[in-house]
């Protein structure tokens, strides 16, 4: 067996079985040729790794977009070769840094078993089906990673010290609590970056996700990683390059908007999570995150597994898996764009249980859908809520990234404001709400009941606080001329009151400039909600009622989605739309 880690006089490396384990390389379509050390061969030649090879990257994707077939197997080869990239720059630029070629070693190995514990469908499981199937349980495929790495050392007899093997799972969870406090905290910011999310990570899946769905955005990588400078205990970079970084950022948010949560792609993902809680109760498929033996045959090919059994315990499931080969998918009703700060409010009040109630209301106001809702239940309805951001939420990610310059390379500071952009959001983060149905003959009541919420929701709230505002801005675009008899504060104008982003995002030009009051102007719910003078448009009823309205507010409907209560869309089970009459 050999050590861990190399010398320029590197002894064979054997693996537990006495074979020697030679360097080789591997053709990647985004990094080209990427080298892998006999020793990093040694955690890629096991079963723990090569399970990643049967579990997609991008999920449910794959239906929609037929290139989206990698695994999390390449990507992690990926994060592995840019890990070891990043560490051996600072090593080389930086030697009074004292990176060791153990550090690498480490920073490598953590890179490329950072996603070990993911289950079927990548974020599919973590993200809804664990949540659902272990309710009250704080599970996350970092855990995971951290236990299949464990198994991994262990049953492969790679022999490792143990202060290694802790930095190694602290480098995977981001934490640097969870090893020695004499490990270069800067290495933190390589793998899993908690300060920013800049990070390895991305540098890969964002270039290799949008290539594989043929979309391909790319990332001047090697820049990026010459530009990287540790001061202040934390990795710095090029104020030039600033741009550059926060192209990166805005780009994992186009990915999350237009590959990640596609409609489909979520439709697929709800029902892949209602065919396997339907066979929870059979297989007991949850409860194997906590058994590394059990967990390494958990993979995409549950499905399958599933389909193929003949046990009448799981013919529910088979079905759910049926309509998805069928393309019989559970349909979008309604969607909307929310802005950041009104997320948390929509997501605690628009639930299934409203909804229905609200149509049942609605079914007392006319006749014609009476009997219909009365076979309405919360089980045929599902509100989606998709978060989408630049990476830390409603903040600036590059407010948390420090820069150097060229004729300052040892002063560290952050880029304010006009040095980067101008052009940038308000909050950026914002909420896709999505409502779905699992059965077509419920969705114009199903639309209609999600409106009556939305028409309530302004009366369940209380007042905005200011900063939960979308406020004008506090001085215009243009600034007006000044004369020389005029002061700066007589020509700044003085902060309208809130009034919020529409639809797209926008926000109303600046007012004119008006006197400084003496007292400041109070938030009120007519103001925040809507401009004086307008309701909350045509078509915010509870009813389908479309129309367009020239007021969008954060509670009014969509009008491109707009049906009739009756509406029933066509599906493979239904060969035309029809009309229900009484």
């Known amino acids: 067996m050999s050590v861990f880690y190399s010398s320029d006089n590197e002894p064979e490396v054997t693996n537990r079985k006495g074979a020697v384990v ?30 990643l090879r049967n579990i997609k990257q991008l999920g449910t994707s794959y239906y929609i977009w037929l290139g989206a077939s990698h695994s999390r197997f390449e990507h992690c080869i990926g994060v592995a070769f840019l890990a070891r990239s990043m560490a051996t720059h600072l090593k080389d630029k930086q030697p009074e840094l004292g990176i060791t070629d153990r550090d690498i070693e480490c920073v490598e190995v953590a890179g490329l078993c950072h996603d070990l514990g993911h289950g079927p469908w990548s974020h599919v499981w973590d993200g809804l089906f664990i949540p659902k199937a272990l309710p009250g349980r704080s599970w996350k495929h970092e855990d995971a990673s ?30 640097p609590s969870q090893c020695s406090a004499d490990e270069k905290p800067f290495l933190f910011d390589i793998v899993a970056n908690r300060r920013n999310g800049l990070d390895v990570d991305k540098f890969d899946y964002i270039p290799r996700d949008s290539h594989m769905v043929g979309d391909k955005m790319n990332i001047a990588l090697m820049r990026i990683i010459n530009s990287a400078r540790v001061l202040d205990d934390q990795i710095c970079y090029d104020i030039k390059d600033a741009n550059l970084i ?91 764009v929310v802005d950041w700060p009104w997320a948390e409010i929509f997501q605690n009040n628009i639930t299934p249980e409203g909804i229905v109630e609200a149509a049942r209301e609605l079914s007392e106001e006319d006749p014609s859908i009476r009997e219909l809702v009365k076979t309405l239940s919360v089980e045929h309805v599902i509100c989606d809520f998709s978060l989408m951001h630049y990476g830390m939420k409603e903040k600036n990610p590059l407010d948390f990234v420090k820069f150097y310059s060229k004729r300052h390379p040892n002063e560290p500071s952050h880029a304010e404001r006009g040095v980067y952009s101008n052009l940038m959001p308000q909050f950026f983060a914002e909420l896709l ?95 925040s909600f809507s401009r004086p003078g307008h309701g909350l448009g045509r078509g915010g009823g509870g009813g389908g009622g479309g129309g367009s309205t020239t007021d969008p507010t954060p509670f009014s409907n969509n009008n491109f989605t707009t049906v009739d209560m009756s509406f029933a869309p066509p599906s493979p089970s239904r060969k035309a739309k029809r009309r229900r009459v009484d």
């Open 22 to 51: 030679a360097a080789r390389s591997v053709k990647d379509p985004i990094h080209d040729m990427i080298p892998l050390s006999p020793r990093l061969c040694m955690f890629i030649d096991t079963k723990q790794f090569q399970r």
């Open 146 to 175: 951290v236990m299949m790495f464990d198994a991994l050392v262990r049953e492969n007899e790679i022999p490792m010290k143990a202060e290694d093997e802790a930095f190694i799972k602290a480098l995977i969870s981001g934490d």
């Open 246 to 336: 926060y192209e990166i950022c805005a780009t994992r948010f186009k990915l999350h908007k237009m590959i990640y949560s596609h409609k489909a792609a979520k439709a697929i993902e709800y029902m892949i999570i209602d065919g396997l809680l339907a066979a929870e109760p059979h297989l007991k498929i949850a409860n194997r995150v906590d058994d590394p033996r059990k967990y390494l045959y958990l993979t995409d090919d549950i499905m399958g597994r599933i389909e193929e059994s003949t046990d009448p315990e799981l013919a529910k499931s088979r079905a759910i898996f049926d309509r998805i080969r069928t393309r019989d998918l559970y349909k979008m009703v309604d969607y909307k």
């Open 433 to 527: 709400v999505r409502i779905f149905t699992r059965d077509v003959d419920y969705f114009g009541v199903i639309q209609a009941g999600y409106r009556r919420c939305l028409q309530k929701l302004p009366s369940q709230i209380n007042d905005p606080t200011p900063d939960q505002l979308v406020l004008e801005p506090m001085f215009p675009i243009t600034p007006p001329v000044q004369s020389q008899s005029q002061s700066f504060a007589e020509i700044t104008p003085t902060p309208s009151p809130p009034v919020l982003a529409n639809d797209h995002g926008l926000v109303p030009s600046a007012p004119a400039p008006v006197p400084v009051p003496t007292t400041p102007r109070t938030f009120s719910r007519v103001s």
